[in-house]
């Protein structure tokens, strides 16, 4: 299958610092992108979609302000938390799916582990 | 919009023996129904996936059952390793659109 990637797998920061996530596709061409969080021994919660060169779009109830996603090519797409807090603490996975008209299917990205201090 | 729910939440079986997850869905439009693996720390891995022009796949160990008209799909791992204990999430999407996840289960498989 198709391999994602991201970048930290762990960041600890002070609270008030902007964290940023990378998440990269690396061996096809993700004209999507997803950027979920999830609590311990919870599912999924999917945060926003990006389409690359497009404004991302957002779940109801997330910050856009706070959470900043730039898709800015076919293989890259960042999640910068600004202004982290001990709540914004939590793993966060990306995932990314090819150009639409070929495939359904989503990968995942190893997930980021977000620790606020 | 969709709604998945997903039972049991947590499962434990002995090696060897089968495994059946269960998930329903609620918008009759959708038309995609992945299932992941999540192992401790890690990212959901895609392991089967179905559409809904087709009623069963199966692939070594695996398969995944659909019925569109009770709007409900399963996961079914037969001869299951101790490998195979992780979280399993079932979800659905309408094509192109989000996916929408069920809650998990916890699957031990005790040798």
């Known amino acids: 299958g198709a391999v994602v990637s991201q970048h930290p797998s762990r960041v600890i920061c002070k609270s008030g610092t902007s964290v940023k996530i990378e998440c990269r596709s690396l061996?096809?061409?993700?004209?999507?992108m997803f950027w979920y969080r999830q609590f311990p021994k919870k599912s999924l919660m999917l945060m926003a979609t990006?389409?690359?060169?497009?404004?991302?779009?957002?779940e109801q109830g997330v910050e856009k302000d706070k959470f900043l996603i730039n898709h800015a090519s076919l293989t890259l797409s960042t999640l910068t938390v600004t202004s982290a807090h001990p709540e914004d603490s939590s793993f966060y996975i990306c995932?990314?799916?090819?150009?639409?008209?070929?495939?359904?299917?989503?990968?995942f990205g190893p997930g980021t582990r977000l620790t606020v201090t | 919009g969709e709604n998945v729910e997903q039972h049991p939440s947590t499962l434990s079986v002995q090696e060897g023996d089968s495994a059946v997850i269960k998930c329903t869905y609620s918008?009759?439009?959708?038309?995609?129904f992945p299932w992941y693996k999540q192992e401790l720390g890690k990212g959901p891995q895609l392991i089967i996936d179905?559409?809904?022009?087709?009623g069963e796949k199966k692939d070594q160990r695996i398969a995944v059952t659909l019925n569109k008209t009770a709007k409900h799909f399963s996961l079914h791992i037969t001869e299951t390793q101790p490998e195979d204990s992780a979280v399993y999430f079932c979800?659905?999407?309408?094509?192109?659109?989000?996916?929408?996840f069920g809650p998990g289960t916890s699957l031990s498989v005790i040798p």
């Open positions: 918008d009759s439009a959708s038309n995609y």
């Open positions: 979800a659905a999407s309408l094509g192109y659109d989000k996916v929408i």
């Open positions: 179905i559409r809904s022009n087709v």
């Open positions: 990006s389409n690359e060169g497009s404004k991302a779009t957002y």
């Open positions: 995932s990314a799916r090819g150009q639409a008209g070929s495939t359904y299917e989503q990968y």
């Open positions: 061996d096809f061409q993700a004209t999507t």
